[in-house]
T-cell receptor
């Protein structure tokens, strides 16, 4: 089964609002990463947070990680129509040589 | 420009006809990986390579082969494609597994009829 599960599966907001997506995982990780995918295109790496970090910022993105709860959240502030995409969390699982991806959150930002 | 290049972008083929999807990266990355993406199943790893001549199975390797003769190239081979291999395929690379994010190719949409 998937290591990462995103919530919600779909999110619809207006431009200027904030969007929050959550990710839960099951096992010990080295780091957790978030990716964006525009429809049918390749995934783009957004941000990486290591297991010993609790919060990280990059531009309008804020990521938190709670290893005790095995969960992470991605906050996109002041969203734009161009933020419309699917967002995936991916875990670098301890002892495994790969990233394990969740099934993603589809974000729709309306003008 | 640093990138992962996959070819072809779209491919329609018939059952049983061998095909190769090429993947090349220009970033001198050691780690490369192939994923397939299917609706409702997310991205699943097919094969990965830690470095030249070092490859290993991912979660769904059946029906696929790979090779890593050069650092830059990591082709995906379907010896006898079947309709259940119809999918969107992505190649990805990173400097080393566990160090930094992955750079993904633009994807190959494969249809096997």
């Amino acid at each position: 089964s998937q290591q990462g599960e995103e919530d919600p599966q779909a999110l619809s907001i207006q431009e200027g609002e904030n969007a929050t997506m959550n990710c839960s995982y099951k096992t010990s990780i080295n780091n957790l990463q978030w990716y964006r995918q525009n429809s049918g295109r390749g995934l783009v790496h957004l941000i990486l947070i290591r297991s010993n970090e609790r919060e990280k910022h990059s531009g309008r993105l804020r990521v938190t990680l709670d290893t005790s709860k095995k969960s992470s959240s991605l906050l996109i502030t002041a969203s734009r129509a161009a933020d419309t995409a699917s967002y995936f969390c991916a875990t670098d699982v301890t002892g495994f040589q790969k990233l394990v991806f969740g099934t993603g959150t589809r974000l729709l930002v309306s003008p | 420009e640093a990138q992962v290049t996959q070819n072809p972008r779209y491919l329609i083929t018939v059952t049983g006809k061998k095909l190769t999807v090429t993947c090349s990266q220009n970033m001198n990355h050691e780690y490369m990986s192939w994923y397939r993406q299917d609706p409702g199943l997310g991205l699943r790893q097919i094969y990965y390579s830690m470095n030249v001549e070092v490859t290993d199975k991912g979660d769904v390797p059946e029906g696929y082969k790979v090779s890593r003769k050069e650092k830059r190239n990591f082709p995906l081979i379907l010896e006898s494609p079947s309709p259940n291999q119809t999918s969107l395929y992505f190649c990805a690379s990173s400097p080393k597994q566990g160090r930094g994010g992955y750079t993904f190719g633009s994807g190959t949409r494969l249809t096997v009829v």
